[in-house]
């Protein structure tokens, strides 16, 4: 079988926000401790959208200013990003013939990213999960902590490497180079793994402050839609007040939740923040106002995200430290990256 190994990847585009820390990061952080885990800015990926970005090389620093600050240790770990490790878009290239048009078209991230003039998306856009699938598979990751919103891009991972798997099965085998793995009640062998995703948790899907219909996101135009890791005290007191709420009170169950979104992602924030499940949540504020919930958790938010801001900041004064970082993350990635890729061009005859 393959050895465990934990891969995920923050885009360099604009400021995290809390939904990127409770789906992502924060998993991140409680993986190191008992799996090797190879965390990405994905320097690559954000150019799919916008070509160019004068600020590129100093968002790149902050999201991995954001992983160390958040408690990714990069000695025992490796955090790199993406370009310095030119095998990620080899991979990509490979992928790209191994994937069919039809699946990428089915996206439903490309058809949100690229709007109503699709013919005029970027042809980087709609390859995206293509890049996605060799970011893990390049280091045969079995693991991908991920928000909700990349479930289907981690099925088509999974499709990619089945793929590939069937049709080079032949050569893997004569090769030696085929990995025993159990799918379902068969066991088959392959060189890639089928990879999970990691989606658990209250707070997998983080919704915006404005409209519980919304995904918390970097691209929306209000900054009051979401808290940004790097906001202060006051910024987030005010965004939570504002907060877009119902008049009625918190209920006591989970299932007086429904139809009602926007109590749900306060609730499931609050729970996300303290480590705690949404019951335990309503345990103790069911029955309550959002005028006494509403403070509660803000104070909480404060209390979490103000020491990540602060040593942010901190490492965001030193920026050859974090470009060491990356420079010794991505010389350790890399290695491991050609291994894969020596055999991948075995494989296909390249
Ligand atoms: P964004 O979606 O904000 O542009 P990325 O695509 O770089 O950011 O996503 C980084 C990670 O954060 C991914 O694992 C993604 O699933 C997660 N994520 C993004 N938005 C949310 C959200 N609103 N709730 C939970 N997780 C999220
Ligand atoms: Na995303």
């Known amino acids: 079988t393959f050895r465990q190994l934990v891969f ?53 620093r902050s999201i991995t200013a954001a992983f160390l600050a958040a408690g990714i240790d990069p000695k025992q770990h490796i955090v790199f990003n993406q370009a310095r490790v030119p095998q990620h878009a080899e991979l990509a290239w490979i992928f790209n013939c191994v994937a069919r048009i039809g699946w990428m078209n089915r996206m439903t991230q490309f058809k949100d990213k690229a709007g109503k003039d699709r013919e005029n998306a970027s042809l980087g856009l709609l390859a995206y999960p293509s890049l996605m699938a060799a970011d893990i598979l390049v280091y045969r990751a079995t693991h991908v902590p991920v928000g909700e919103d990349q479930k289907q891009h981690l099925e088509l991972t999974r499709d990619i490497a089945q793929k590939f798997n069937n049709d080079f099965s032949a050569r893997i085998a004569e090769l ?22 990691l989606i658990g948790g209250p707070a ?11 995904k918390m996101s970097k691209s929306d135009p209000s900054d009051l839609s979401r808290i940004n890791l790097t906001d202060a005290a ?43 499940t949404r019951e335990a949540v309503l345990k103790e504020f069911g029955g309550q106002q959002f005028s006494v919930f509403k403070p509660a958790l803000a104070d909480l938010a404060v209390h979490k995200l103000a020491p990540i801001a602060g040593e942010m900041r901190r490492l965001m004064a030193d920026p050859q430290y974090i470009d060491t970082v990356l420079r010794d993350g991505g010389e350790r990635a890399g290695a491991i990256a050609e291994q894969t890729m020596h055999s991948v061009r075995d494989i296909i005859g390249l």
């Open 204 to 214: 997998t899907r983080v919704m915006s402050l404005r409209d519980g219909s919304k």
């Open 8 to 60: 995920s990847g923050v885009q360099p585009t604009g400021n995290l926000h809390l939904g990127n820390y409770l789906g992502a990061i924060r998993k991140f952080v409680a993986l190191q401790d008992s799996n090797d885990c190879i965390y990405c800015v994905v320097d690559l990926h954000s150019i799919t959208a916008q070509l160019v970005h004068e600020d590129l090389a100093s968002q790149t």
């Open 176 to 197: 030696g180079l085929g990995v025993e793995m159990q799918m379902g009640d068969e066991t088959v062998n392959g060189f890639f793994p089928l990879t999970e995703p």
């Open 234 to 276: 006051a910024a987030i007191s005010k965004k939570i007040k504002k907060a877009k709420t119902d008049p009625e009170a918190l209920p006591g169950e989970v299932e007086g939740l429904e139809g009602r979104p926007e109590a749900d992602n306060l609730v499931g924030i609050y729970a996300g923040l303290a480590d705690m």
